[in-house]
C-alpha cells in the first residue's frame, strides 16, 4: 500500500510538471527569422496566450492571388532586390538570382557566411556583404566573381553606388569606399568601437549632394563627404546605444533635412547641412517610416508626406506643417514594416499563435494589411504563408516579399499558382 501511494504521488507531480516543462522549450519545426524573434508583445487571436486578443476588422479577403512561390532557404533571407526582371536575394548560403515572372533561379553564387542585407546593383554589377565582412561583387548576367574585399566586422547593411565608387557600413561602426571597376578602398571611416557589436542593424547610408548620412548604433547620426570620407558634423540622436533590431534605422532625406528614428521611437528631424537638431515628433512608438515619390499626375514630387509605422497604429505624417493627416489603428498584428505604391499603403504585420497555450506550440504568423493612401481607411488583407521577413514592394502590380520559413512569394490581382 505505501509504495502504491508513492507512484499514485510520483505521477500527480509529474502531471503537475509537464506544462513548466514544455512552456520552457524552444519553437520546433518552424525556424524564424532572426528579425521576427526580436519582437516582443506580439498580438494574438488564438487563444492560450497571455494577452487579450484584439478586435478584427471585418475586412475583405485581399484582391491578390498567389502567382508563385520559391522555398530558397530553410531560414529567413535578405531583403529581395528588383533589377531589369530579376530579383536578388541573400540567404544563409549565398546569393540568389531569380526571375521575377516565373519564379526560376537563373544564378547561385555561394558564401562560406550568411548574406542578411539587400544587395545592391547598378549596371551588370552586383554587391553585396556577409556576415563573415566578405563584401562581394558580381557580374549580374551570370553571377561570376568580379573581386571581393574583407572588412574586419560583419557587413549588415545595403550598399550604395555612386559612379564609380561603392559605400558600405560594417558592424564595428565602420564606413568603406570602394573602387566598383577594381574594389580598391579609396577611404575608411570608423568610429570608436563599443566592446560589444551589435549584427543586424537595420541601417543603410543615403547620399545627396556629395553628402553620406549613417547612423550608427552608438547613438549618432554622421554626415561625412562622399568623396574623400572627411566627417561633417555628428549629431547624438539616442540617448543608449542601440540594443535591438526591430526597428528600420536607415536615414531619410527631405528637402533640407534629414530624418530618423531615435531610440524612444519618435521621428528626429535634422538640418542635413549642419547637423542641427530641429525637433523630435513624438505621434507614436515608430518602427517604420517611407515616403510616397509621386503624385497623384505621376510626376515625381519633394517628399513632404510620409507615412509612420507605430507597433499598432499607421499613420500619414505632413513634413511642411509638422501635423498628423490621419491615424489608423492595425488590428492585423504587430506592425513590421510598411511601403507605398500608387494610392495604396500596404504594411507587413506579424502576430503569435500559441492554441494550446505551451511554448513548443507557439507560431508566428504574418499579413499584409492594404490602407489607402488618401485617409487611411482599411481595404483588406492578406495572410501570408509565415512570419514577414523582409520589406516589401510592388513592381507592375506585382508584390514580392520573403516569410520567416525562407520562401520569396510574389502575388499579384489576376495571380495564379505556378505549378
Not at 51 to 63: A, F, G, N, Q, V
Request: aromatic content about 12%; proline content about 4%.
Amino acid at each position: 500500500m505505501p509504495g502504491s501511494c508513492l507512484k499514485r504521488s510520483f505521477v500527480s507531480i509529474l502531471f503537475l510538471l509537464i506544462p513548466f516543462v514544455f512552456s520552457g522549450c524552444s519553437t520546433v519545426g518552424e525556424t524564424v527569422a532572426a528579425p521576427v524573434n526580436k519582437l516582443k508583445n506580439m498580438f494574438s487571436y488564438s487563444s492560450g496566450t497571455k494577452e487579450e486578443p484584439r478586435k478584427k476588422l471585418d475586412l475583405p479577403d485581399s484582391p491578390y492571388s498567389l502567382v508563385w512561390k520559391k522555398k530558397v532557404h530553410s531560414e529567413g533571407l535578405s531583403t529581395p532586390v528588383l533589377y531589369d526582371g530579376i530579383l536578388y536575394v541573400g540567404s544563409k548560403k549565398g546569393l540568389y538570382a531569380i526571375s521575377f515572372d516565373s519564379g526560376d533561379t537563373l544564378w547561385n553564387f555561394k558564401t562560406s557566411s550568411p548574406v542578411e542585407a539587400p544587395a545592391a546593383v547598378q549596371g551588370n554589377t552586383v554587391c553585396f556583404g556577409t556576415k563573415g565582412g566578405v563584401f562581394h561583387c558580381v557580374q549580374r548576367s551570370g553571377g561570376e566573381e568580379l573581386w571581393r574585399y574583407q572588412a574586419r566586422s560583419e557587413i549588415l547593411s545595403s550598399a550604395l553606388f555612386s559612379g564609380d565608387t561603392v559605400y558600405f557600413n560594417s558592424a564595428d561602426m565602420k564606413v568603406y569606399a570602394l573602387s566598383v571597376t577594381t574594389g580598391e578602398k579609396l577611404w575608411g571611416y570608423g568610429r570608436t568601437a563599443l566592446e560589444t557589436v551589435y549584427p543586424m542593424f537595420r541601417n543603410s547610408p543615403v547620399l545627396a549632394d556629395d553628402r553620406l548620412y549613417l547612423f550608427f548604433h552608438d547613438g549618432y547620426l554622421v554626415s561625412l563627404k562622399a568623396e574623400t570620407g572627411r566627417e561633417l558634423w555628428e549629431t547624438k540622436v539616442m540617448d543608449e546605444p542601440i540594443l535591438s533590431y526591430g526597428t528600420f534605422r536607415s536615414p531619410f532625406i527631405s528637402n533640407d533635412h534629414v530624418y530618423v528614428i531615435n531610440d524612444s521611437g519618435a521621428l528626429v528631424k535634422i538640418d542635413r547641412y549642419t547637423g542641427t537638431r530641429k525637433k523630435d515628433y513624438r505621434m507614436t512608438k515608430a518602427v517604420d517610416f517611407t515616403a510616397e515619390d509621386r503624385n497623384a499626375e505621376g510626376q515625381r514630387t519633394p517628399f513632404m508626406r510620409i507615412f509612420v509605422a507605430g507597433k499598432d497604429e499607421v499613420m500619414a505624417f505632413d513634413l511642411s506643417t509638422g501635423t498628423v493627416l490621419w491615424k489608423t489603428p492595425v488590428t492585423s498584428g504587430e506592425s513590421y514594416t510598411l511601403f507605398v505604391k500608387g494610392e495604396h499603403l500596404y504594411l507587413l504585420t506579424n502576430y503569435e499563435t500559441n492554441p494550446l497555450g505551451f511554448g513548443v506550440f507557439k507560431k508566428m504568423k504574418g499579413n499584409i494589411e492594404a490602407f489607402r493612401l488618401s485617409d487611411g481607411t482599411p481595404l483588406w488583407v492578406k495572410k501570408l504563408d509565415g512570419a514577414a521577413a523582409s520589406q516589401g514592394a510592388v513592381h507592375e502590380g506585382k508584390i514580392f516579399l520573403v516569410t520567416a520559413k525562407g520562401t520569396l512569394e510574389v502575388f499579384a490581382l489576376d495571380g495564379k499558382e505556378k505549378k
